[in-house]
């Protein structure tokens, strides 16, 4: 029998991170409030902005709930967030990110209700007009993740797998998507529907920017998968870019890049010499797996 609880529980809680973004926001909460708002509660995690972000989020005030305190970074405030989620299923997205119109109705068609699961779909990355998701298997982790904000984590996924890591500064949800994959008490199921917008990327220099995740991640991998994919782990967040040319067989075309471009040969080249054997292997590597 469903407690009174469960009967009036949302289906989706959306958390909202935002620090100092300004009018950006505006769009995210216009295309958060656009939907049907019976499936869904709104959570906003404010970093305790000195801009005018606080004006437009209550713009909105009444219609949902919100917090302003400085935080260590948009895992602590997702984690915090996490503890105030009253909806069956989770979902994370940052300001300057927009849901696509009537999404969450299609979604919801979509939900298991009676197990643990992840239910991802796909986005568009405004910056470089790409679509970027598809169907992941545990083995992709190794150097790709799902866009977050395609995203939506059934609330027992926390209980199973804890919360975002906080050492993470950049890439927590990297190594939690790939626990939860490696996972079998957690269900996994792609959905073929454009979830989002989102406006952020930058992988090769973000990465810089979590040192603790280059160190740690790799070892996990090696310590999942074995030794081949911790190289190919490891020559990837050495060098997204060239790791790719070299990975899908353009090797040829990335030497002809550095020949056309003479100002950057010479330190781009420095830079890549001391993995050109490594990589020379690991494309044999990879031709002899396939």
Known sequence: ???????????????????????????????????????????????ASTDDTLDFIKKYEGDLTLVSERDAGVYDAFNKAIDLAGGEYLYFIGAGDCLRP????????????????????????????????????????????????????????????????LRYKVFADWFFNLKCFIDDKINKQYIPLLIADYEEGGLSSNLKRDPVFLKEFPLF????????????????????????????????LLWEYLNSKLSLRKPLISIAKPYVQDYRRLKKAVRNKT
């Open 1 to 47: 029998m469903s407690s009174p609880e469960t009967v009036n529980r949302k289906i989706f809680s959306i958390i909202l991170a935002t620090y100092n973004c300004g009018r950006k926001v505006e769009n995210t909460l216009d295309s958060i409030f656009s939907q049907n708002r019976d499936l869904f509660e709104l959570i906003v995690f404010d970093g």
């Open 102 to 165: 009537k999404i969450l109705e299609q979604v919801k068609e979509f939900l298991p209700h009676h197990n643990p699961s992840l239910v991802y779909g796909y986005c568009y990355f405004v910056r470089q007009e790409i679509y970027n998701g598809r169907e992941f298997t545990a083995a992709d982790f190794v150097r790709d993740n799902l866009c977050q904000q395609g995203i939506f984590y059934h609330r027992a996924v926390f209980d199973i797998i804890g919360k975002y890591d």
């Open 221 to 252: 991998v090696r310590k999942q998968f074995g030794t081949f994919k911790y190289i190919v782990c490891k020559a990837f967040l050495t060098n997204p870019y060239i790791f790719n040319y070299i990975y899908y067989g353009h090797s040829r």
